[in-house]
C-alpha cells in the first residue's frame, strides 16, 4: 500500500520532535517501542500529538494496533479517508483482472519454391 507522503512526514517530524532526533532517520518500518525506545507513557504522548496535528481523536481501544511508525501513518491515512483506492469493479461486483497484453503476430513469410 502507498502512503501520503505529507501524512507520513508530519507524523516522522511529530516523533522526530518528541525524541530529539532528525525525522529523515525515522523510518515507517520502526517498531515504536522496540526500535524508538518509547514506553507507554511516551507512545500515548506522540499519539496525543498525533491527534492534535490532524484534529482527530483515537479511541483506546485502537492503540494497541499502532505498534509500528507505518501502522500509525496507515490507520491516520484510513482515518482522513486518504488510504490507497481498491481496485476497480465491475458491475458484477468483482474486482477487475489485469490483462496480459498480447504481442502483434509476425506475417509469415512465403517460402519460394
Same mark, same amino acid.
Given at each position: ?19 530529539? #532526533?532528525?525525522?529523515? #532517520? ?22 496525543? #500529538? ?28 484510513? #482515518?482522513?479517508?486518504?488510504?490507497? *483506492? ?20 509476425? *506475417? ?6
Amino acid at each position: 500500500m502507498t502512503t501520503d507522503p505529507t501524512i507520513s512526514l508530519k507524523i516522522r517530524t511529530a516523533l522526530a520532535e518528541y525524541l530529539k #532526533r532528525d525525522p529523515d #532517520r525515522i523510518l515507517v518500518t520502526q517498531h515504536l517501542r522496540d526500535d524508538l525506545g518509547l514506553d507507554s507513557m511516551a507512545v500515548i504522548e506522540l499519539l496525543y #500529538r498525533i491527534e492534535e496535528a490532524f484534529d482527530l481523536q483515537i479511541p483506546d481501544q485502537d492503540l494497541v494496533g499502532l505498534t509500528t511508525v507505518g501502522h500509525v501513518v496507515s490507520y491516520v491515512e484510513k #482515518r482522513l479517508g486518504k488510504s490507497a *483506492p481498491a481496485a476497480p469493479i465491475k458491475k458484477s461486483g468483482k474486482p477487475l483482472k489485469a490483462t496480459k497484453q498480447s504481442k502483434p503476430s509476425k *506475417p509469415k513469410s512465403k517460402k519460394k519454391s
